[in-house]
C-alpha cells in the first residue's frame, strides 16, 4: 500500500536554508508533489517532479529525488518569515488520480 | 478569480443534521477530486470525478456521503446524518486530463464542525 511520511517540524533562521525530507513506499509512484499550507487555507501547489528526473530547480526551492531510496526533499534557499507553513510531500501513482500525502511538516521560520 | 472556489468556507451544524458543500473548479478542468483533512493530518482522498463520472471511492466515504458532480462543471458533496467525527476540512481540487503535467489545484476548503 502507500505510504508517504514525513518529519514533524523544521525550524530555521531567516536567511538560511531550509531543507523538508520525505520517504514514501510505493515504487510505481509518477509524480511526486511539495504543497504549502498556512493557517486556515488551502493548499497550494510549489513545485512537482516526475519520477524521472533526479533534480529540479525553481527559483530558491531545488527538490532532489532519490527513486532507489523513494526519498524526496525540498530545499528552501534563503527562507523568509513568509515561508512558515505546514509543507506536505505527496505522491501519484502510475495507475490512478489521487494524491497521497505525507502528515506534512511545520516549518518555523525565526528573524 | 479564476481558481478552485469552495462555499461554504466555514460550517457549523448539530450532530445528527445533513451539510451540503459546493465546490467550482478551474475553468475546463474535468477532473475533480475531494480530500478530507482532520487537524495535524495530510489530506485524505474520498472521491474523483472525470467530468460527470464518479471513477474513485475512497474507502473512508461512507454510505452517509454522497457527491455529484451532474453536469460535469461543480460539485456537491452532501453528508448525512453528520456526527462528531466529521468534523475537518473538506478541501476539493480539480485537474486537467490531457494537458502535459497533472497539477492538482486545491481550493480554500470548507471548515465543517459538528457540535
Known amino acids: 500500500g502507500e505510504d508517504v511520511e514525513q518529519s514533524l517540524f523544521l525550524s530555521v533562521r531567516e536567511g538560511d536554508s531550509s531543507v523538508i525530507n520525505c520517504t514514501y513506499t510505493?515504487?510505481?509512484?509518477?509524480?511526486l508533489y511539495w504543497y504549502k499550507q498556512e493557517p486556515g487555507a488551502g493548499l497550494q501547489l510549489l513545485t512537482y517532479?516526475?519520477?524521472?528526473?533526479d533534480m529540479k530547480q525553481d527559483q530558491r526551492l531545488t527538490v532532489l529525488l532519490n527513486k532507489k531510496d523513494k526519498h524526496l526533499s525540498l530545499r528552501i534557499a534563503d527562507t523568509q518569515t513568509g515561508d512558515s507553513a505546514i509543507y506536505f510531500c505527496a505522491e501519484k501513482q502510475a495507475a490512478g488520480n489521487k494524491l497521497t500525502f505525507g502528515g506534512g511538516t511545520r516549518v518555523l521560520v525565526k528573524p | 478569480d479564476t481558481g478552485v472556489s469552495q462555499n461554504p468556507r466555514h460550517k457549523i451544524t448539530k450532530r445528527g443534521q445533513n451539510v451540503t458543500f459546493r465546490c467550482d473548479p478551474i475553468?475546463?478542468?474535468?477532473?475533480l477530486y475531494w480530500y478530507r483533512q482532520t487537524l495535524g493530518q495530510g489530506p485524505e482522498f474520498l472521491t474523483y470525478?472525470?467530468?460527470?463520472?464518479?471513477?474513485?471511492k475512497s474507502r473512508l466515504l461512507s454510505d452517509r456521503f454522497s457527491a455529484e458532480r451532474p453536469k460535469g462543471s461543480f460539485s456537491t458533496l452532501e453528508i448525512q446524518r453528520t456526527e462528531q467525527g466529521d468534523s475537518a476540512m473538506y478541501l476539493c481540487a480539480s485537474s486537467y486530463r490531457g494537458g502535459k503535467n497533472t497539477e492538482a489545484f486545491f481550493g480554500q476548503g470548507t471548515r465543517l464542525t459538528v457540535v
Open positions: 475553468s475546463e478542468h474535468n477532473r
Open positions: 517532479i516526475f519520477s524521472n528526473m
Open positions: 510505493d515504487s510505481s509512484s509518477t509524480y
Open positions: 470525478f472525470q467530468n460527470e463520472a464518479q471513477l474513485e
